[in-house]
């Protein structure tokens, strides 16, 4: 079995460390690290011009990008590294605006889905697990306190006046409210790592040793199911074989 057949879904709410965590995971495991939110943040930053949606450039942006996606992998990143932080806010909220749009949803999933296809890739987002890679062979779900995301969040955006800070505080909570269906959803799929009182090493740490135990039991399932086939040919074979010389 090749060592990148699979892929790491990663779900949570914001600021739970899906991002800083998932990239840090995929480098040590040389995986391609996908945060499905930037996508929703660069097609909200580039085709949701005065309130109306370019539908028909997003169709476009789809074959586009399925056609070159480590191109477009590291142009969205760059893209939107460059933003300040009071623009990272105002795309955040057109992003979860367009994030409502049932086709922009399908457009974005199933362009994860078919750079996804072979493995080898850990993507993050509220719904990787349940909705963008059901099949991920490694579903987490990242878990934080509210007060422990907003700090980080506004530690994280450099967020020092008190009126940024409270954007902060009524985005995450505006986040969580539309997010609570879904991280019910991937509870029910994923396992829960609570990241409150640990360390980004920490949960990297743990997260990898996830993913060896899963490596561990596909490898030993592997030689399980050759070892019984091995036995059944050689019973088979012993069997025939005694009614031949009786005969
Ligand atoms: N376990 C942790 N300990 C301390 N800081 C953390 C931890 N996990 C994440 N952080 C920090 O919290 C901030 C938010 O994390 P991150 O952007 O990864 O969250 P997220 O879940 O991807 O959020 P979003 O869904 O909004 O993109 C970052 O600055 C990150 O460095
Ligand atoms: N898998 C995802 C990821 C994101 N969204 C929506 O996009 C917004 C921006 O995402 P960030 O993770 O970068 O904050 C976010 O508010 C979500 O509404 C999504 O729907 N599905």
Redesign the pocket.
Known sequence: MSKKSFNIAID????????????QVAKRLNFTFI?S?LFYRYIADRFYLDDTIQLNEIRLFKNEMIGNSSYYLQEIEFYLREKNSQEKLQI?QKASEISKVPEIQNIINEIIQTITKNGGYVV???DATTKILPNARVKLI?E?DFET?VY??A??LNAEEFETIGKVFSDLLK?DVDSFDLVLEAKKVATIIN??D???E??VARILSRVLWVRFSDYNMLHLIIFILFVFVYTLRAHFSEKIESN
């Open positions: 949570g709410l914001s600021g739970a460390g899906k991002s800083s965590i998932g990239c945060d939110g955040g993050v987002g509220r990242l934080a995301r980080r969040r530690k994280q986040r990241t409150s640990l360390s980004i920490q949960v």
